[in-house]
């Protein structure tokens, strides 16, 4: 680990100026897989140093979770720790921020009962809902960066030994995070203008729709009344500007949950607890998906799509540059937070209230009437290549080219 | 470690069926340091085998605890993680087991400001009183248990390199919660029979004091108006019957607050929260201590006499005979668990409601009337060797001799 020491450095310090923005004063609580022990305290010295009173790590064990699989019986699939949850909603409620390590192993549940992974997710979800409602409507300032722990490593290179597959996955997060440049705050200040440039051009356009075509995909996803753009920074309702992702590289807005048509095929495989699902193929008729297939993990497609209502139709449409760095390395991550960054990409379920003008003041009723999608889900998949374009459609229905090639016209 | 398998097996199981008599269908939360991680999926392993639906394992990390006294603004200490205790106590209040698994760093936060560090633990009893209350009431069943890790194993064992101290210090674990024995289960079934035995006959007996003398020491203790002796297992509210401590060996009471004269040399050093306090020295009138000194950490003891009332009175009068297991191992272990299981000890502060009759359904004034001390503390130190002899006092006043030579006569 020693050679990792700066480079964790700086990955901590960019989660905490960046990345959260936190405010002096403010405490933090963080969620981690148990392996990101050394990321975990780096990231609790810096936001020390930065002036937080407490900080509060929560960590989750892949194996600790396997064993449940393994040995527990039929009903705790329905349970979950909502004590849990409920202190962690009445912290971001009281004002910490929140901070969570990605890194689990993508490939954990391989092979178990897809059943009663779903039931568990749906369990775990519903109990969830106070902490992601906070969350996703920047009640406080938040972010997500990436620990290289063995098992994601293996999975993402499994030629190599694992050693160096755990320093490739470094690598890639590392330049996907922009520590490669001489000051990653400031080379985080250039990338947060490009995107907010592109961001302020797609809420003039103010387009009905956007139209992807390319091999196997004909979609018009409609856009939600009053939706807005966003990507890059973004400011909380406390006031502090955080990146909710390291690494970002999206444009995303709200379709309207009752005006997509057509059909739509992935263009990388979706990696979706511990299961992979690879050419998903479905088709939507009045924004909802009515016809669902997938070369590989097509019955846990489907246990999703049963989910809820909102779970057959989209929250999310968003576009990413065939050209993006995290494209550019090729490699599948198996982890949204780098792969939904590789291509224009669309989410099955709940919207963000920020992609609607004055969004996180609305009750869900009003962000439903503009269009907005609820569910307990939100999961992105990737539809964006180098062989789909993607035109505007404006209010007057004229076609304006705005990517080609999988890249911005 | 993969010599240790079995025994870490063996410990995961006495710590489910013995420990915890765990209920199927109870969920179990855990708080374990993260060096313990081994031991605790094994525990959950055997939670889930036992038919728990879900288990929660809260990890604590020293060395993130330790980047707080080092780096955090001054207003750190006065807070603390309620959101996390509040749902923990939510968890037992709906009948979650809950387990321990002790083995932080004794050393922690020696050379940390005594001040910064008393305040922190303030807070955090403060805050988590409503656990403490739900534990001490045995509200639900629980138990504590020990895992070597590397950092206590060189405070035992300074001499040995550290691989050598941790595979001692396993040894010592091993032994002291019967593992050395051919059915561990059974072991401890016959252990508390002896102890309940000890109990019924100090029960019996309904003495209203007892009396230490040895070098530096003449103590009477008053015992509490309908005080009970308590040890080994007990059954709690729930109707399960568990081993809150493995290891115990000690057989205990309440003394009554207000009854307990003359003065008492500490015959073990004790290990509290980071700090060794060696040779305290303390002078009882009417119950209160009006001197106290130690050769060493008289800071730290004197920040914890001022706590509150409580914390100047006791709790806790417990007799362990010297041929202990634990006192024969001559090992000073820095931890409670065990160090409380080598000598006949009394604790300033809180007192257990399980030493009164009826005590776990009397309010906290009906217990006071009693004589039940209250307190944010309970801390237990050593007062027990083979130079100190136990009377107990009758209620017509006689003297009878319970231990000589520091052994049961």
């Known amino acids: 680990m020693e050679h990792l020491e700066h ?9 905490v100026q960046v990345g959260l923005g936190l405010r002096e004063g403010q405490e933090l609580v963080i969620t981690a897989p148990i392996e990101a022990v050394p990321l975990a305290r780096k990231i609790t010295e810096q936001a020390y140093r930065a002036g937080s ?39 971001f409620q009281d004002g910490a921020a929140r901070l969570h390590i990605a890194g689990n192993d993508p490939s954990l549940l391989k092979g178990q009962n897809p059943e009663s992974v779903a039931r568990a997710n749906r369990a775990r979800s519903m109990s969830y809902k ?42 890639a997060i590392f330049k996907a995070s922009r520590l490669d440049t001489p000051d990653p705050v400031v080379a985080w200040a250039a ?22 075509k390319g091999p196997g995909t004909d979609l018009v996803v409609g856009l939600a009344d009053d939706h807005q753009w966003a990507g890059g920074a973004v400011k909380a309702k406390n006031g502090l500007i955080c990146n909710p992702n390291i690494p970002t590289e999206e444009v995303f807005t ?16 979706l990696s979706y607890q511990g299961s992979l699902l690879e050419d998903i193929q479905v088709r939507f008729e009045k924004g ?14 489907n246990q999703v799509l049963q989910t809820d209502e909102g779970a057959r139709s989209l929250g999310e449409v968003a576009l ?10 090729g490699l599948l991550f198996y982890n949204t937070l780098f792969d939904e960054n590789a291509a224009s990409h669309i989410a099955l379920g709940q919207a963000y209230s920020q992609c609607f003008l004055g969004g996180n003041n609305l009750t869900s009723e009003e962000l439903a009437a503009r269009g907005a999608c609820s569910s307990l889900i939100h999961i992105d998949w990737m539809i964006g290549s180098s062989e789909v374009d993607v035109d505007g459609i404006s209010q007057s ?3 304006e080219p705005l990517m080609h090639g999988g890249e911005w016209v």
Do not use: C
């Open 320 to 329: 990413v540059p065939h050209s993006s760095p995290i494209s550019q390395s």
């Open 130 to 171: 106070r902490v992601i409602d906070l969350i996703t409507t920047h009640h406080i300032n938040w972010t997500i960066v990436a620990f290289a722990q063995p098992a994601w490593a293996r999975t993402v290179f499994p030629n190599d030994p694992q050693e160096v597959a755990v320093d490739k996955l470094w690598d």
């Open 397 to 399: 229905g004229q076609a």
């Open 53 to 91: 009173p407490l900080v509060t790590v929560l960590y989750d064990d892949d194996a600790g979770n396997l064993l449940r699989y393994q040995h527990a019986p039929e009903a705790s699939f329905d349970k979950t720790q909502k004590w849990l949850f409920n202190g962690m909603a009445d912290a």
């Open 191 to 212: 990338h947060n203008q490009n995107l907010h440039n592109r961001v302020q051009y797609l809420n003039e356009r103010r387009y009905q729709a956007l139209h992807f």
């Open 254 to 269: 709200a379709p309207h949950k009752d005006r997509i048509e057509g059909y739509v095929r992935s263009t990388k495989p």
């Open 7 to 15: 480079p964790l450095d700086q990955l901590a310090k960019v989660a």
């Open 288 to 301: 909802r998906i009515v016809e669902a297939r997938a070369r590989s993990g097509a019955d846990v497609l």
